[in-house]
């Protein structure tokens, strides 16, 4: 599955910015996907992943303020940022692995990888 991941810009703190990562091929409602993301100097961490099942996941630090979600039917997986802060500046990644996870968190859980798309949030 190829992944494309769109949708980061500049954005005040305090504001919302909604990143969309869409797939091809026809199996994408067998696939967890995820979104990670890399900030300057930083080590690429998970930031949340929604399962074949829609089942979801998050990362503590962005816990109440970003959903994930999916569309089947436009092999498309979002993540709704609300409240952005300056530490949220990144590239974001999206991620797909198909079939049962047990663990989810760490990069090697997911074979499948998106370009980044660039989130900077003033302060």
């Known amino acids: 599955v190829q992944l494309q991941a769109f949708g980061g810009g500049l954005v005040q703190a305090g504001g919302s910015l909604t990143l969309s990562c869409v797939a091809s091929?026809?199996?994408?409602?067998?696939?967890?996907m995820a979104w990670f993301r890399q900030g300057p100097g930083q080590e690429r961490e998970f930031v949340a992943m929604?399962?074949?099942?829609?089942?979801?996941y998050y990362a503590d630090s962005i816990k109440g303020r970003f959903t994930i979600s999916r569309y089947n039917a436009k092999n498309t997986v979002r993540l709704q940022m609300n409240n952005l802060k300056a530490e949220d500046t990144a590239a974001y990644y999206c991620?797909?692995?198909?079939?049962?996870?047990?663990?989810?968190?760490?990069?090697?859980?997911?074979?499948?990888w998106g370009q980044g798309t660039l989130v900077t949030v003033s302060s």
């Open positions: 091929g026809r199996t994408f409602n067998s696939y967890n």
């Open positions: 991620a797909a692995r198909r079939g049962t996870m047990t663990t989810y968190r760490s990069l090697n859980d997911y074979g499948y």
């Open positions: 929604i399962t074949w099942r829609t089942n979801t």
